[in-house]
């Protein structure tokens, strides 16, 4: 499971004056247990309507543009409605964890653990993006359900996505990539999730398939909390962000000299991702990350193997792709404007990668534990 980065004041989300935050203002009630990881978090979610997490209605019924009703429900912040069960992903500082919610008869869902004592980043970042992603809705957006801090573990209810993310289906199945259908599909999903993000005032910073998680019904989703921030914070200088993250093989060159971003380092990002699908891993990903920052910079950008891989890729593939990595960010198309590209005519609906692609698959925990023993 994985970042989701906030705040860019440019391009679609742009406009003179403050930016307009997503869920500013947004309640969260204080953990005074003695924990100082717990204290220092500061952070139980108000719920989302209905469940036990209680917070202010009025913030979050707050209508965000391109929002959809979401029938999901909103789980709970009491530990004790949750039993967890295997483990389907990890990470440097967490473990994700299929579990069920007891409320609604054991319905299966997501928990991800993280140890904020091993957690690289200020923990303040972690706690405004999770209350923020707690609002979003949208269908390829992954949404924050539950939220609780027990010792020095956060955990994070989400939707169990359960066919893993595109990394994961691609190192079981289909190591060499997919075929250009497949991709357009995908993507489609994944654009339509960022120009969400992207009209309503967020980044995401991390776009890469490691965080495009899939549902067993073919629902693409946007995830992966890792690396988030609002839009108005120190460090911001006229609208574009400064710092340094994201994954180095997925980074935008602006990202990568600290000029300023905005939305357009994630169209990089997005392209770089497109390419990924193409081959089963990133352009210069066998490098060492100075040698990748090195050549994000001085040499061309990376484009597409029409020809010499596994499959075959089309001109306007190939075009599609040449106009996300240009290494001028004014000249990427916005989010909005790649959604009308003809790349995405020959994109098919969910049911064709439940029957190309999902059908066949072992079941994510037994993925997962494959992994790990490969690992250890």
């Not at 742009?14 to 717990?38: C, E, Q, T, W, Y």
């Not at 990133?282 to 050549?295: E, F, G, N, Q, T």
Request: charged content about 25%; proline content about 5%.
């Amino acid at each position: 499971m994985g970042g989701l980065a906030l705040g860019d004041r440019g391009g679609s989300a742009g406009g003179s004056g403050s930016p307009r935050l997503l869920g500013s203002g947004a309640p969260a009630s204080v953990d005074k247990s003695p924990s100082s990881s717990s204290a220092a978090l500061g952070l139980r979610l108000g719920g989302g309507g209905g469940g036990n997490s209680g917070g202010s209605s009025s913030e979050h019924q707050q209508r965000h543009i391109g929002s959809v009703p979401d029938d999901w429900p909103m789980y709970s912040s009491q530990p004790d409605d949750y039993v967890i069960g295997p483990s389907i992903g990890f990470g440097a500082s967490s473990t994700v964890y299929q579990a069920s919610f007891r409320p609604l008869n054991g319905r299966a869902c997501a928990v991800k653990v993280i140890d904020l004592e091993a957690f690289g980043r200020d923990t303040d970042e972690l706690r405004r993006e999770t209350q923020l992603m707690s609002l979003s809705k949208h269908p390829n957006v992954l949404r924050v359900r539950g939220c609780w801090v027990e010792g020095s573990k956060l955990h994070i209810a989400t939707r169990l996505m359960s066919s893993g993310s595109m990394l994961d289906i691609m190192r079981f199945g289909w190591s060499d990539g997919f075929d250009e259908i497949v991709i357009a599909t995908v993507l489609r999903q994944a654009l339509e999730g960022l120009n969400y993000l992207h009209i309503n005032g967020w980044l995401h910073r991390d776009l890469k398939a490691a965080n495009m998680l899939v549902d067993d019904d073919g629902t693409v989703l946007l995830g992966d909390f890792g690396v988030g921030k609002e839009n108005i914070d120190e460090g911001w200088a006229e609208g574009k962000r400064k710092s340094f993250v994201g994954t180095p093989c997925w980074m935008a060159p602006e990202v990568v000299e600290r000029k300023g971003y905005g939305t357009k380092a994630d169209i990089w990002s997005f392209g770089i991702t497109a390419l990924e699908l193409t081959q089963g891993r990133a352009p210069y990903s066998r490098l060492p990350p100075v040698k990748v920052l090195m050549k994000t910079l001085q040499e061309d950008p990376p484009t597409l193997d029409r020809t010499g891989g596994a499959h075959k890729y089309s001109k306007v593939f190939d075009d599609f792709a040449r106009l996300c990595l240009q290494k001028d960010p004014t000249k990427r198309p916005s989010a909005e404007k790649l959604l009308q590209h003809g790349f995405f005519r020959q994109a098919k609906n969910k049911k064709h990668l439940v029957s190309t692609v999902l059908a066949g698959l072992p079941p994510l925990a037994e993925r997962q534990e494959r992994r790990r023993a490969m690992s250890i």
